[in-house]
Structure formats: structure tokens, C-alpha cells
């Protein structure tokens, strides 16, 4: 049974990584790791197997598996978001029963993608996942699966049991005008780390964000900040985490995480083809430049670059 209302799922909330070993299959051992490690430096919650957890290249039976041992190792002490998302409805509906089972306290999908649905169609879509379960879904509003705009998000509002929307788009302006006409109570978690501030100044309850894994610290400090009024403050960290963000982001997506992760002492193991590894070389590359930029910010307090 799931523990935490919707309303009560707010703050920073790493869009976790999923654990591989070398042979690229599950590790159990290294997500238990991370989820433990995540939880010591103070993220408000955990959104499961999404884009950064590279859900799309796992067995359906993989994703339950990670969210079983998510469930145990977090034992109700953070709130948990599982994303459900596949091209089938079927398929969908069997992980959203699976993430209730388990105890999770709301999940979340992505739009149908790859053929081109009708907005009727994605409409039934939310709508059949969301009478499957008795939990929050939370849709999620993300270009690469194909962005809908505004008029359907409040189209999809009036689904019972659609409680919130993932915002993973650069117009932030939307999030004001989704509180506003959809409702306060309407949960809004705003994507693109890089504008976490935009998101939170504009009312968003929650950021979900890939960069969370790496550095959760700025952004909680940004959350803190923009709740205290202190936008100076929200601006510096911002900036600090869009330079880590911005510099990583020319080195690939999500090995560029992982590679960090292990060096600040917390394996997350490697990546799934076609996602492809750093070899020896290009990583030494990554990380001698990476020290570079840390001593050009010259900042600390951020664990990931204090163990630089």
C-alpha cells in the first residue's frame, strides 16, 4: 500500500539511474547502492525507471524487478514515482498493477510514441491505466516522446486519477497557467535541470531531473532558496550546476551520469547498448577536463566535485 498522498510528493526528486553490470544484465547490489546513497544526501523522493533509467532498452519483467528492490531498499522513507510508459496499453497496465502491488504512491508514462496517436487515442491510453489502479498517475510531457500542448493537458486533467504532469519542456511559462486553470492541487514536477529554478519560481511542487543522481545538493539548495524568496542564491546554484550540466552533456547521455557517479564512490555500473561505455582513454579525457572546470568554478560543497 502506498504511504504518501500526491499532494505530500514535492522537492527534488532524482529520475534514477538503472544499475547494469558488465555483461549489461540487472544489478541488484549496485541499485540498492545508489537508492541508499540517494536517500543520505537528502532527495524528497525517487521517480523510477523513466528515460534517465533507460526503460526502453529493459524487459518489461526488469522494470519490475528494479522497482520490487527500489520498494525494499527505500522501505517508505522517500515517496516513489514509477514510470510505466510503453508503446502498449496492455503492457503499461501489467507494470502500473505490478508498481501498485509493490507499494509505490503514484506512477507515470509517456505518451504512446513512434506512430503518430491521435490525441483521442492518448487519451484513452491515460485513461485505461488510470481506471487499472488506484494510485496517482502523472503524466509525462516530455519532446522526445512527442510534447502535447496545453489545451490537452487540461483535456487529460479530467481523467480520474490523472493527479499531476511531468514538465519536461523549456516553456516554462505553461506550469503558472497549469495551476492556474487546472487547479493548485494539480501536481506539477518540472523537467530540463537546467531551468529547476524556472520551474519552482513558476509554482511547480517538484523538479525530476536525470543530473539529480550526480548532484542533488545545488538543486535542493535552489528548492530551499526560491521557497525562502532568495533568488540570488537559487541563481548561483543554478548557474554552478548548469556549468557541471552544460560541460557533461558533450561527453553522452547517460554514461556521462554513471562515469561520475563512480568516481564520487557510487557505482552505478555501466549502460546498455546502444547506449555504448567511455574506454579507458576518453574517460581519463572526461575526468582530467572535468577537474579543470572544477577548479574554474572554484567552488565546494558539492560532493561530486569536492572527490574530483
Same mark, same amino acid.
Given at each position: ?12 526528486i ?7 553490470d ?5 544489478d541488484e547490489?549496485?541499485?540498492r547502492?545508489v ?5 543520505s544526501?537528502g532527495?524528497?523522493?525517487l521517480?523510477l ?5 533507460e526503460?526502453f532498452?529493459?524487459?518489461p519483467e ?5 522497482? @520490487?528492490d527500489?520498494?525494499? @531498499?527505500?522501505k517508505?522513507?522517500?515517496?516513489l ?8 496499453t496492455k503492457?503499461?497496465?501489467?507494470l502500473?498493477?505490478h508498481?501498485?502491488?509493490c507499494g509505490v ?5 509517456v505518451p ?5 496517436f491521435s490525441e483521442?487515442q492518448m ?5 485505461d491505466?488510470?481506471a487499472?489502479v488506484n ?13 502535447v500542448?496545453?489545451n490537452f493537458?487540461?483535456?487529460?486533467s ?6 499531476g504532469?511531468?514538465y ?5 511559462f ?6 492556474e486553470?487546472?487547479g ?6 518540472? *523537467?530540463?535541470d537546467?531551468?529547476a529554478i524556472?520551474?519552482f519560481s513558476?509554482?511547480a511542487?517538484g ?11 545545488p538543486f ?6 526560491? &521557497?525562502a524568496g532568495?533568488l540570488?542564491?537559487?541563481r548561483?546554484k &543554478?548557474q554552478?550546476a548548469n ?16 562515469? *561520475?557517479m563512480?568516481w564520487m564512490?557510487?557505482?552505478? *555500473?555501466?549502460c546498455r547498448?546502444?547506449f555504448? &561505455? ?5 574517460e581519463?579525457?572526461y575526468?582530467?577536463e572535468?577537474? &579543470?572546470l572544477k577548479k574554474?568554478?572554484g567552488?565546494?560543497g ?7
Amino acid at each position: 500500500m502506498s504511504k504518501y498522498q500526491i499532494k505530500d510528493i514535492k522537492g527534488v526528486i532524482p529520475a534514477l539511474v538503472t544499475c547494469f553490470d558488465e555483461n549489461q544484465d540487472y544489478d541488484e547490489k549496485r541499485q540498492r547502492n545508489v537508492v541508499s546513497s540517494l536517500i543520505s544526501r537528502g532527495v524528497n523522493g525517487l521517480y523510477l525507471t523513466g528515460t534517465t533509467g533507460e526503460c526502453f532498452v529493459m524487459k518489461p519483467e526488469e522494470r519490475m524487478k528494479v522497482v @520490487e528492490d527500489v520498494v525494499d @531498499e527505500v522501505k517508505g522513507r522517500i515517496p516513489l514515482i514509477v514510470h510505466i510508459g510503453a508503446i502498449g496499453t496492455k503492457i503499461s497496465i501489467e507494470l502500473a498493477k505490478h508498481a501498485e502491488k509493490c507499494g509505490v504512491d503514484a506512477v507515470s508514462s509517456v505518451p504512446p510514441f513512434y506512430w503518430k496517436f491521435s490525441e483521442a487515442q492518448m487519451f484513452n491510453y491515460y485513461r485505461d491505466i488510470s481506471a487499472s489502479v488506484n494510485i496517482p498517475m502523472v503524466v509525462y510531457n516530455i519532446a522526445l516522446a512527442g510534447a502535447v500542448g496545453f489545451n490537452f493537458i487540461k483535456s487529460l486533467s479530467t481523467i480520474e486519477g490523472v493527479k499531476g504532469i511531468k514538465y519536461t519542456l523549456t516553456s516554462k511559462f505553461e506550469i503558472m497557467r497549469i495551476k492556474e486553470e487546472i487547479g493548485k492541487d494539480f501536481m506539477v514536477y518540472s *523537467g530540463c535541470d537546467e531551468m529547476a529554478i524556472a520551474g519552482f519560481s513558476f509554482g511547480a511542487d517538484g523538479a525530476i531531473g536525470s543530473f539529480y543522481n550526480l548532484i542533488p545538493e545545488p538543486f535542493l539548495d535552489i528548492y530551499k532558496a526560491v &521557497q525562502a524568496g532568495d533568488l540570488k542564491t537559487a541563481r548561483e546554484k &543554478q548557474q554552478i550546476a548548469n556549468a557541471i550540466i552544460m560541460f557533461a552533456l558533450e561527453w553522452g547521455f547517460p554514461l556521462n551520469i554513471k562515469a *561520475g557517479m563512480q568516481w564520487m564512490g557510487v557505482d552505478a *555500473g555501466w549502460c546498455r547498448e546502444p547506449f555504448g &561505455q567511455f574506454d579507458k582513454a576518453t574517460e581519463e579525457k572526461y575526468q582530467t577536463e572535468f577537474r &579543470q572546470l572544477k577548479k574554474k568554478l572554484g567552488v565546494s560543497g558539492i560532493p561530486f566535485l569536492d572527490k574530483l
